[in-house]
């Protein structure tokens, strides 16, 4: 039978290249090395390991042998260590853009908690690429991004999409109407948007793009408070997220569904791909739109 222990001296074997350096590792002796080397050839019933002048050299076999069970050694360990900690409190780094943190993440609190295993922490940025950075140098465990582009080093999970809405004062004659069009909007209204570099303003640009207009933007601003400020006072109109939207308690402030030319923005986490297994449970749920 094959144990655990002969696999993890095969491994050191061929990562140190030789059966001394390897018994000093183990703290074995090379002759015991080597009998459990032999037993283990045996049970596979194939040469793993061949002599050259250089040290040990795997064979075909040995080499499929090493990547195959290097990964599952990893995971193992991995699980060893995760069952070992399962009870204390670790701290659970969270980024994301500012209205994904203010409106998107607060249903999802308790369960990144995780019944008080995790001590969250939350931090905002000002675009995806800071909180991409933010994941691959380890700031940040898992980041919110909005209309994401895949990464190669990350893992990017779309959570759902949600249309723009369109936010307005009160008393504008867009309350009156029984469907708004995108057209309309970009042609005959001013427009105050979030600054460069935003996905949502990009969505909105592309969208521009493709019908050729150009919009009249009288000012562009950081946050989304500074937006509504503007919106009360008339000084324009904007275009936010459904979530955004539907959560202005602004009396002053009215808000409707583009209903012609819709604008949609999607909304994902990110993180690393060997961090999906724990991370990812706490969204999977049939989310709907709000």
Known sequence: MISLEQIQYFLAIVRYGSLNKASEHLYISQPSLSKQLQHLEKELGCKLLIR???G???TSPGKLFYEQMSGI?????RAIDKVRHFDEVRQLRVGGLGNLVTYFLPRYIERLKAGGRNQVTVDTRFSNE?????????KFDLVLLSNAEPQQN???????TEPLYV???VAHPLRCQQSI???EIVLHEKLVLYKDPCTIRASIRRQCNRMKVTPNIVLELDLTESLLRYVSHGDGIT???????KGIQDPSIATREISRIPIYREISVAMKKENVPSYLPMFSENIKAF
Do not use: H
């Open 56 to 58: 040990i050299e795997a």
């Open 181 to 183: 069009s995108f057209m």
């Open 73 to 77: 050694l990893e995971e193992f360990d």
């Open 154 to 160: 990350l893992a990017v999970i779309p959570l759902m």
């Open 52 to 54: 050259n002048y250089d």
């Open 167 to 169: 936010v307005f004062p």
């Open 130 to 138: 800071e909180l991409v950075k933010g994941v691959e140098s380890g």
């Open 239 to 245: 275009l936010l997220p459904s979530i955004v939207a």
